[in-house]
């Protein structure tokens, strides 16, 4: 079992950028698929991007592709969500989620959610 708590979200200009974080319990973390998703009022649930347990391989949705860089620090227990050029388009909760798959590239494939964290970004 994995708990999940994001922290960083927080009211940001355009073009800015900001870094997510996601800290896990449980001492499986270091062979999960870390990913994050968001959520915008009155849209469904988006993936963003995923990590593979090592670091190793990443995945982007195109629509934060090139902006956005996910990365994981297994010593402690720790994902990361580095955002840059933001768009108004970005705001949206950010949801941290864990995999038992080596990757996880589609939110059907995630077993574990954090509560989210809002990122707001003014134009």
């Known amino acids: 079992h994995v708990q999940l708590v994001e922290s960083g979200g927080v009211l940001v200009q355009a073009g800015g950028s900001l870094r997510l974080s996601c800290t896990a319990s449980?001492?499986?973390?270091?062979?999960?698929?870390m990913g994050w998703s968001r959520q915008a009022p009155g849209k469904e649930r988006e993936f963003v991007a995923a990590?593979?347990?090592?670091?190793?391989?990443?995945y982007y949705a195109d629509s934060v592709k090139g902006r956005f860089t996910i990365s994981r620090d297994n010593a402690k227990n720790t994902v990361f969500l580095q955002m840059n050029s933001l768009k108004p388009e970005d705001t949206a909760v950010y949801y941290c989620?864990?995999?038992?798959?080596?990757?996880?590239?589609?939110?059907?494939?995630?077993?574990?959610w954090g509560q989210g964290t809002q990122v707001t970004v003014s134009s």
């Open positions: 449980g001492r499986t973390f270091s062979r999960c698929g």
């Open positions: 990590i593979n347990w090592s670091g190793g391989a990443t």
């Open positions: 989620a864990a995999t038992s798959a080596p990757i996880g590239t589609s939110i059907p494939q995630y077993n574990y």
